[in-house]
Nanobody, 119 residues
Framework: QVQLVESGGGLVQPGGSLRLSCTSSGITFGWFTMSWYRRAPGKVRELVAAITGGGTTNYADSMKDRFTISRDNIRNTVYLQMNNLKPEDTAVYYC?????????????WGQGTQVTVSS
């Protein structure tokens, strides 16, 4: 059974930092591109950042100067370091694991962790 478990969300003041973690089980972690998405109230889900099994990263333009994605292929965990947080970063953040093996795609989601940026 595949599980992605996020942690690290919470309430933080503007300008503060948080580190989200997503620990996976039931998958061959190194095969998967790991991503963080977020859904703000009243908005569609958007990609925050992604990292391939080999460590290549990709960021949404509005976040690449403040957020850093990384992964630990031994601990089967992906991280999102978020600095200089703004109220508009308030959202539920979701971890995603995706890969394609031949003609078959695999796509898994965590349950989400709430991040609230407010004074």
């Amino acid at each position: 059974q595949v599980q992605l478990v996020e942690s690290g969300g919470g309430l933080v003041q503007p300008g503060g930092s948080l580190r989200l973690s997503c620990t996976s089980s039931g998958i061959t972690f190194g095969w998967f591109t790991m991503s963080w998405y977020r859904r703000a109230p009243g908005k569609v889900r958007e990609l925050v950042a992604a990292i391939t099994g080999g460590g290549t990263t990709n960021y949404a333009d509005s976040m690449k100067d403040r957020f850093t994605i990384s992964r630990d292929n031994i601990r089967n965990t992906v991280y999102l370091q978020m600095n200089n947080l703004k109220p508009e970063d308030t959202a539920v953040y979701y971890c995603n694991a995706a890969t394609r093996r031949g003609a078959t795609g695999y796509d898994y989601w965590g349950q989400g962790t709430q991040v609230t940026v407010s004074s």
